[in-house]
């Protein structure tokens, strides 16, 4: 039995875009950039404002709200006011299935 989960479809997930997806209770932003998707925890850890509201530039995920900043494979942040990181998901695509194990 597998512990990843499908979440969606990768056509659904756009190259340097952004989807929210909710899994078992868990708020979720999924990321397509350079053919690999990444997944976070869809909540900036400074303000709980959804991330998937915000942008993509390069590696980082950029909070719409007050700016803060975070690298997608880490969850580490990149910028001010964002001090702690957000929670990532080992994610992976199965033919057309984006999986995340929670």
Not at 60 to 78: E, M, N, V, W, Y
Request: charged share 25%; hydrophobic share 40%; aromatic share 4%.
């Amino acid at each position: 039995m597998s512990d990843f989960t499908t979440v969606a479809s990768l056509a659904d997930v756009p190259e340097s875009g952004l989807k929210a997806v909710q899994v078992d209770g868990a708020n979720l932003v999924l990321v397509r950039r350079d053919g690999r998707v990444y997944a976070l925890e869809d909540r900036c850890s400074h303000e709980e404002f959804p991330l998937s509201a915000g942008e993509v530039t390069g590696d980082q995920i950029t909070c719409a709200l007050h700016g803060a900043r975070f690298d997608l494979a880490s969850g580490t942040p990149k910028a001010l006011p964002a001090v702690l990181p957000v929670r990532t998901f080992e994610c992976r695509v199965e033919g057309d299935e984006v999986q995340v194990r929670l």
